[in-house]
């Protein structure tokens, strides 16, 4: 796979989507392009093979799409992060807000290894609300949280300011021109 590989062609931009003014960015055209797919599965496995990631969390629901596959090339394990009411047994619930809307998030109890080092992964990063109420929920199960994942990353919208202490690695970044 080349090095060079134009993701920015691979992802569908969709304007006025959930609501006008916002400009959703489609991952699903990168999951039925596998030549697309597979550069963002080499390129994770080549950022985080040899790192001190125990484990591999991914964000409902297209962030399991990305997570599973790291997890699998790693042989460490995939802790699921579901949106509320969606997990059987004992739980860790978050509530929080999103760039337009609230949300909560839960993990099983069980899933969190205590003391590993946990990697998050989304698809896209955006104001970081999701990941935070994700890395709280963690911690609470005494893991740590200091990476996080993510396909498209929007800078602008200040994903940092939530997520402080946290290395941020995205494959590709959208700036507010244009959007």
Same mark, same amino acid.
């Given at each position: 796979? !080349?090095?060079?590989?134009? $993701?920015?062609?691979?992802?569908?931009?969709?304007?006025?989507?959930?609501?006008?003014?916002? @400009? /959703?960015?489609? +991952?699903?055209?990168?999951? &039925?392009?596998?030549?697309?797919?597979?550069?963002?599965?080499?390129?994770?496995?080549? =950022?985080?093979?040899?790192?001190?990631?125990?484990?591999?969390?991914?964000?409902?629901?297209?962030?399991?799409?990305?997570?599973?596959?790291?997890?699998?090339? $790693?042989? *460490?394990?995939?802790?699921?992060?579901?949106?509320?009411?969606?997990?059987?047994?004992?739980?860790?619930?978050?509530?929080? &807000?999103?760039? /337009?809307?609230?949300?909560?998030?839960?993990?099983?109890? !069980?899933?969190?290894?205590?003391?590993?080092?946990?990697? @998050? +992964?989304?698809?896209? *990063? !955006?104001?970081?609300? &999701?990941? =935070? !109420?994700?890395?709280?929920?963690?911690?609470?199960?005494?893991?740590?949280?200091?990476?996080?994942?993510? *396909? *498209?990353?929007?800078?602008?919208?200040? /994903?940092?300011?939530?997520?402080?202490?946290?290395?941020?690695? &995205? $494959?590709?970044? /959208?700036?507010?021109?244009?959007?």
């Amino acid at each position: 796979m !080349a090095d060079n590989f134009n $993701l920015d062609k691979a992802i569908r931009k969709i304007p006025d989507y959930p609501k006008k003014g916002i @400009l /959703y960015f489609d +991952i699903t055209s990168i999951l &039925t392009n596998p030549e697309a797919f597979r550069f963002c599965i080499d390129r994770m496995v080549e =950022q985080y093979r040899g790192s001190n990631v125990n484990a591999v969390a991914g964000i409902e629901s297209r962030g399991f799409l990305f997570a599973a596959p790291l997890a699998d090339h $790693l042989g *460490i394990p995939l802790i699921l992060v579901r949106k509320a009411g969606k997990l059987p047994g004992e739980v860790y619930h978050q509530d929080y &807000t999103l760039e /337009y809307g609230t949300a909560a998030v839960e993990i099983h109890k !069980a899933d969190v290894p205590e003391g590993k080092n946990i990697l @998050l +992964i989304d698809d896209l *990063i !955006a104001t970081g609300g &999701t990941l =935070q !109420a994700t890395r709280t929920l963690l911690k609470q199960g005494g893991a740590k949280v200091d990476k996080v994942f993510g *396909i *498209i990353g929007l800078p602008f919208l200040n /994903y940092q300011k939530k997520l402080p202490g946290v290395e941020v690695v &995205t $494959l590709i970044e /959208y700036h507010n021109e244009g959007i």
